[in-house]
C-alpha cells in the first residue's frame, strides 16, 4: 500500500493499470488498495487517474519537517544557482541523518546529487557530524557505541563545535567531499544540518562556500522560526 501511495504521489495522477504496471503488481491488488487508499482519503480520483487526496495534504501541514523542508527549499535553491554546487539538508532520525531536501546545482557537467530518503549513520560524513556534535553526551555515547576509533569520532565532533562546521571526504560517496552546518531551531536544538556537496576535482575550494553556508543556515533560521 505504501508503495502505491508513493507512486502516485511521485508519478500520479495515474490509472489503476498504470499504477498496477510501475508497481509491478496484479491490476486486482493495486485496485483494492487504491480503493481503500481511497475511502480514507489519501488518494483522490478524478475520473480513471488517482491523485494525492486530502488526508495527506492536511497531514503534511501538521508536520513541522515538512513545513521546515517547505521554508528552506527556496533559500536552498538560490545557493545551489549562486555556488553551481548541490546544497543539501539532513534530518536526525533515531541513529540517522536522513536527507530530506535537496537542490541540485546546474554549474558544472559534472555534479553530485543525493536520493532523498537515503539514510547513513550520523557519525559518517560533514551532514550527520554537524548534526550529531550538538547532540546530548549520552545520545553521542549511544550513536558511536559500534565505532571501532571512537576516540578520533569524538575529536572530530569536538572540532565541529569549535569551528561550526564540518567537513568530510570520501566518507558516503568515493569522490565526493561536503561542508555542513548545523541549524538550530527555536529552542536552539539542532535536528537538522544543511550542506554542499562537491565531486573531488573542485574539493581544493570547499571552504569558500561556507559563509554563504552559513548565511544560508541563518536565513532558513529566521524563516522557520517566523512561520
Excluded: W
Excluded at 553526551?137 to 557505541?145: C, M, Q, T, V, Y
Excluded at 541549524?183 to 581544493?204: C, E, H, K, T, Y
Amino acid at each position: 500500500m505504501l508503495t502505491v501511495l508513493e507512486t502516485v504521489a511521485q508519478r500520479g495522477p495515474l490509472s489503476t493499470a498504470e499504477i498496477a504496471s510501475i508497481c509491478e503488481m496484479n491490476r486486482t491488488v493495486a485496485h483494492r488498495l487504491l480503493t481503500t487508499l481511497h475511502a480514507r482519503g489519501y488518494v483522490s480520483k478524478l475520473g480513471k487517474a488517482f491523485s494525492i487526496g486530502p488526508v495527506i495534504m492536511q497531514l503534511a501541514s501538521y508536520g513541522d519537517a515538512y513545513s521546515f523542508q517547505r521554508l528552506a527549499l527556496p533559500i536552498m535553491q538560490k545557493m545551489a544557482a549562486s555556488s553551481g554546487e548541490t546544497v543539501v539538508l539532513h534530518r536526525l532520525d533515531a541513529d540517522s541523518a536522513v536527507v530530506v531536501e535537496q537542490a541540485v546545482g546546474d554549474g558544472h557537467l559534472l555534479r553530485v546529487q543525493h536520493r532523498p530518503g537515503s539514510r547513513h549513520p550520523l557519525y559518517i560524513g560533514a551532514s550527520g557530524r554537524a548534526i550529531l556534535a550538538y547532540q546530548t553526551g549520552s545520545f553521542i555515547d549511544k550513536a558511536l557505541g559500534q565505532v571501532d576509533r571512537k576516540d578520533e569520532a569524538l575529536e572530530l565532533l569536538d572540532q565541529v563545535r569549535q569551528s561550526g562546521y564540518a567537513i568530510s571526504r570520501n566518507e558516503l560517496q568515493q569522490g565526493v567531499h561536503g561542508i555542513a552546518v548545523p541549524i538550530r531551531d527555536a529552542r536552539r536544538n539542532v535536528q537538522f544540518s544543511l550542506g554542499l556537496l562537491v565531486p573531488v576535482l573542485r574539493a581544493d575550494g570547499i571552504e569558500q562556500y561556507l559563509d554563504a553556508l552559513m548565511d544560508a543556515r541563518d536565513d532558513i533560521e529566521r524563516a522557520t522560526a517566523a512561520s
